[in-house]
């Protein structure tokens, strides 16, 4: 039973607009929220995170929000680059275990130039 | 040099075969982990140790086993490799201070295929 979902596969977007990825969770005990950017032949790397006690955290193009009553997060990335297309994975995190990250299927970005 | 070396990168055997997959890191960092990425599922923990005297089963440790031989050091063994094992390996490693955040750090992953 996936306690993260990421229900959208692929996400395709032009150049310079928005582009909004998606994340779903059930477990309400989750401390952390983090999206990881993962480029073809590459480990994941670490782009943005949220802790559960905020809805918003801005790190330059890029947004996560957090909605915690619909156990809900997104990432913004504004504008979008061609650079930024990857495989983007949501993952979450319960502190009392430790690092363990419990990740989302991924969701594959194509910015088109 | 990458902080987290993964090898071998690319590994293609036959099914009953014992296989170790190798994780060395320069972060010195306590905390490493091994997750196994599959299509349409992402990323799921096999094994994490938080230090050279701590080994504990992630969700899918079956068919897996691991050795932390020192701090900078996790190997995962696969006893006698299956085809449903085929799948990208990769390992991680934080800091314990990172513990408010959860952040990971990967190696480059390591492909092996079961045949």
């Known amino acids: 039973d996936q306690q993260v979902k990421q229900n959208s596969p692929s996400l395709s977007v032009q150049e310079g607009r928005i582009s909004i990825l998606n994340c779903d969770y059930t477990?309400?005990?989750?401390?952390?929220f983090l999206w990881y950017k993962k480029y073809p032949a590459e480990g994941p790397t670490f782009l943005i995170s949220?802790?559960?006690?905020?809805d918003k955290n801005e790190d330059g193009r890029f947004t996560v929000f957090l909605n915690k009553s619909a156990k809900h997060l997104s990432l913004h990335i504004v504008p979008s680059q061609p650079g930024d297309s990857a495989v983007y994975f949501c993952a979450a995190s319960l502190m009392v275990y430790g690092n363990k990250l419990v990740f989302g299927a991924g969701t594959i970005l194509r910015v088109k130039s | 040099d990458a902080d987290v070396t993964q090898t071998p990168r690319n590994r293609i055997t036959k099914t009953g075969k014992r296989i170790m997959l190798e994780c060395s890191q320069t972060k010195g960092h306590d905390r490493m982990y091994w997750y196994r990425q599959d299509p349409g599922l992402g990323l799921r923990l096999i094994y994490y140790s938080f230090d050279v005297k701590d080994i504990n089963k992630g969700e899918i440790s079956d068919g897996y086993s691991v050795s932390r031989q020192a701090q900078a050091k996790f190997s995962l063994s696969l006893e006698s490799a299956i085809p449903n094992q085929t799948a990208l390996y990769f390992c991680?490693?934080?800091?314990?201070?990172?513990?408010?955040?959860?952040?990971?750090?990967f190696g480059e992953g390591s492909r092996l295929t079961v045949l």
């Open positions: 991680a490693t934080s800091d314990y201070g990172s513990e408010n955040t959860g952040e990971l750090f």
């Open positions: 949220i802790s559960s006690i905020k």
């Open positions: 477990n309400s005990m989750f401390d952390y």
